[in-house]
């Protein structure tokens, strides 16, 4: 069984700019979160996908997007690039059946710098 | 506002004795409640849930509890050991049925001491 995997690891952006993060959800999950960790806080949740379409979005502006593919794997798109973007941004994988969902499982991130 | 809050940013405990991590909510919608470890470098992995219709729940060294009129859990672990040595966070959510929004504490790192 293949787990949540995320690319890339780390990565270096200017202010400013616009960055996508990619996940892939572990195998036979259909639903994608994503979080932002910033430094010596808990993960922010910023929004869900299942069935490709946004079901959830936390307190984070429009500059922040996401996709999910027919395959469940996902992007989080993040344009005007901001030095507060700096984190550590987690995907994290799960299941819905009907209307319950299971325990989401998460990726080991990818650590973004905005400069 | 912090909805889910963990007082201890750090705690540090002899190995084999026993870890006790708190947790308290202030959103009394939350009904399902999650304990996850974090390592450097790696993703949080979940290590035990407990809805709000129970008040204990059990999975080998780790046991949860759940005080619903305090609106405050704990995560104990026993007996200790250094591998558990880790940033515990407490997470929580409303089961808004098929979209589960997980509200995370700040974390408290756990030190097992050899």
């Known amino acids: 069984e293949t787990g949540v995997t995320q690319s890339p690891t780390h990565l270096i952006k200017t202010r400013g700019q616009q960055v996508t993060l990619r996940c892939s959800s572990q195998?036979?999950?259909?639903?994608v979160s994503w979080y932002q960790q910033a430094l010596g806080q808990g993960p922010q949740f910023i929004f869900q996908?299942?069935?490709?379409?946004?079901?959830g979005r936390g307190n984070f502006p429009p500059r922040f997007s996401g996709l999910q593919f027919p395959n469940y794997s996902s992007e989080l798109n993040v344009n005007a690039l901001e030095l507060d973007d700096s984190a550590l941004y987690l995907c994290a994988s799960s299941s819905t059946s009907g209307e319950l969902q299971e325990t989401q499982y998460f990726g080991p991130g990818t650590r973004l710098l905005v400069l | 506002d912090q909805q889910v809050k963990q007082n201890s940013p750090s705690l540090s405990v002899q190995e084999g004795r026993i870890s006790i991590l708190n947790c308290d909510y202030t959103?009394?919608?939350?009904?399902?409640f999650l304990w996850y470890k974090k390592y450097p470098a790696e993703g949080p992995t979940f290590l035990i849930s407990?809805?709000?219709?129970?008040d204990k729940n059990e999975d080998g060294r780790f046991t949860v509890f759940l005080n619903k009129s305090a609106k405050h859990l704990s995560l104990h672990i026993v007996p200790s050991q250094p591998g558990d040595s880790a940033v515990y966070f407490c997470?929580?959510?409303?089961?808004?049925?098929?979209?589960?929004?997980?509200?995370f504490g700040t974390g408290t790192r756990l030190t097992i001491i050899p």
């Open positions: 997470a929580a959510s409303e089961v808004d049925f098929g979209n589960e929004k997980l509200t």
């Open positions: 407990i809805s709000s219709i129970k």
């Open positions: 195998s036979g999950h259909n639903t």
């Open positions: 996908y299942y069935r490709e379409e946004e079901n």
């Open positions: 959103n009394s919608m939350f009904d399902y």
